[in-house]
């Protein structure tokens, strides 16, 4: 009876992986492989996407390049140095639903941060408070901290947690209204990290945006769990900023350069306070050397430096893939998978597991943060032990994400049934 009952839960993982449109791109990845020879379930695209096999030839053909060209790379390489970013600009556009000139390939995450809160947060005496969700990623969390000390302000006094409610996991919306009506005169920005990393939840961007806006407040997004994952559609939206990394959903390897989205309407705003550098210089007098800095309209006049070539290669053969794939596809299985996902889990879960993330599927991209009720992390170790690959964070939450371009039916399949068994 138990046999049957896998045997037509596995049959069923096939049919939906031999039905599916993007199958055949897992082929494009180099999955990681245990000690005994098998494969790994990798379920950890939260964390760092894996890496497509066509990177190696995009990063050799740089370094061919180099090898060859030497400095006249710059303008001679296949692919010039010079413009690279450029060759990014595009398909990341599509992936966050922006204008090519509203984003840029730069820096890291952290970084881009920062710079965008030299710009768009400019607290005064009456408005200088700064909200932001009470689970951001760390990194956020210090980074606006910090931002507030900058400028002489007292964390405790100037930053607005967005909490759950007790009991609850995830931030009500009506809630952030709650902390406009009563703040409103002193609120300065919203820093909102969506998707949020811990919980899943994707909040509604442009009801917060429109929020933010209605109430003189400047907008900007953290999409590090985003940017790949869910559709953000910032330039309809309407934010004022966003960052992300491209180490997650966009599968470019560990450490690799974050982007940056700053609207439209702020492209040609030279009264902007920004930190620059020569890279986002006119590119026609960049090279005068001795010009008035005159920033590059659109998001690529807040770049420093010239960028790290290999790293955008590796971007460059990641969003090749996503150009093929179409994200509207991705976003499909997306759905789908997360949901099968959920609904395996809820077979079996009774009162053992708890799913933070919110059922909705437009409130979530593809990960799903389970607690699983009296369980340390030695359940997780024992999952790891079994040959999945996911995360774990304290105090008790295992994130797991089908990751559409690579993960099949059957992965999520043979993790369902595994922790069934061990709980
Ligand atoms: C939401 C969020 N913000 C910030 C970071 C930090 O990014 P970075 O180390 O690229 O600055 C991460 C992941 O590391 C993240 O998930
Ligand atoms: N970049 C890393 C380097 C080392 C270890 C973890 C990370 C992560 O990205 C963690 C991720 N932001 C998270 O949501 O947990």
């Known amino acids: ?40 379930i990798y379920l950890c695209g939260n964390s760092l996407g894996l890496q497509p096999k066509q990177t190696a030839s995009f990063i050799q053909q740089e370094l061919d390049d180099w090898a060859n060209l030497g400095v006249e790379g710059h303008t001679e390489a296949q692919h010039p140095w010079m413009p690279y970013h450029e060759f990014l600009s595009e398909s990341m556009a599509k992936i966050v639903g922006a204008k090519p000139s509203e984003v840029v390939v730069m820096n890291t995450l952290t970084t881009n941060l920062h710079l965008m809160m030299v710009s768009f947060y400019r607290p ?59 703040n ?39 999409l590090a769990h985003g940017a790949g994952n869910i559709q953000p559609n910032l330039h309809e939206v309407g934010a004022d900023f966003a960052v992300w990394c491209t180490y997650k959903y966009l599968n470019s390897g560990p450490g690799s350069l974050g982007g940056c989205f700053v609207h439209e309407r702020h492209a040609n705003n030279k009264e902007l ?46 969003l090749a893939i996503f150009e093929r794939a179409g994200f509207e596809n991705i976003r499909e299985k997306s759905e789908k998978i997360t949901g099968y996902l959920e609904f395996l889990l809820s077979d079996f879960a009774g009162d053992k597991i708890n799913i933070l993330t919110p059922k909705n599927p437009k409130e979530r991209g593809c990960q799903l943060s389970i607690q699983v009720k009296n369980a340390d992390k030695s359940l997780f170790d024992a999952i790891t032990k079994q040959g999945v690959i996911a995360d774990w964070r304290e105090p008790d939450v295992i994130r797991i994400a089908p990751a559409p371009l690579y993960n099949s039916y059957q992965d999520v399949f043979a993790f369902a049934e595994l922790l069934k068994k061990l709980i």
């Open 1 to 40: 009876m138990i046999k049957t009952a896998y045997q037509k839960g596995l049959n069923f993982a096939k049919e939906m992986d031999l039905q599916d449109p993007l199958a055949s791109f897992s082929d494009e990845f180099h999955i990681p492989t245990q000690k005994n020879g098998d494969k790994h």
């Open 124 to 182: 005064t005496s009456k408005k200088y408070k700064i909200v932001i969700e009470a689970d951001a990623f760390p990194s956020d969390k210090y980074a606006v901290e910090s931002q507030l000390k900058f400028h002489n302000i007292d964390p405790a006094d100037g930053l607005i947690l967005w909490k759950p409610r007790e009991g609850e996991h995830l931030c009500r919306l009506e809630d952030l209204k709650e902390i406009v009506a009563e």
């Open 184 to 222: 409103k005169e002193e609120i300065a920005l919203f820093m909102i990290g969506n998707t949020n990393y811990y919980s899943g939840q994707f909040y509604n961007m442009s009801e917060i945006t429109k929020l933010g806006h209605d109430n003189g407040i400047i907008v900007g997004f953290d």
């Open 273 to 318: 306070k920004r930190f620059v550098g020569w890279w986002g210089h006119n590119k026609d007098t960049r090279f005068n050397m001795r010009k008035d800095f005159d920033p590059i309209p659109g998001a690529e006049g807040w770049q420093l430096s010239n960028p790290p070539i290999l790293s955008m290669a590796a971007i460059r053969a990641s």
